[in-house]
């Protein structure tokens, strides 16, 4: 809601988004992840200890102890842009193992009203 009202408040060219962060941290959102917070931080040690950590983080202290992980670097460090990767070229469905896509949707048996979104 609040980029919706950023982008339509008139006049607003490149607005920064202030109420968004406020809204997040105000909702049931926040409480959720900041539980898991230390979760795949915990993996930067191995399986093994990853493992151990968040189970007894999420099981024990449901996920408020008194302390973050850091991260070394963001997510978007460790992606490269697509102009630098290979293309994928995917084989066309042959109808035995891969379908089109619409095809897959009616095989799903997934049944409502043909106006419903």
Known sequence: ??????LLAEGQAGAEILKYEADVKSSWVWE???RVRNFKPAWHAGMIP???YGSASLMLSR???PWTFSW???DSDYTKPAAKCKKIDYPKPDGVYSFELLENLIRSGVNHEHDQP
């Open 32 to 34: 959720e992840l900041s």
């Open 1 to 6: 809601a609040a980029a919706a009202e950023a």
């Open 50 to 52: 990853g493992m151990a």
């Open 72 to 74: 070394d670097k963001k």
């Open 63 to 65: 996920g408020k102890e």
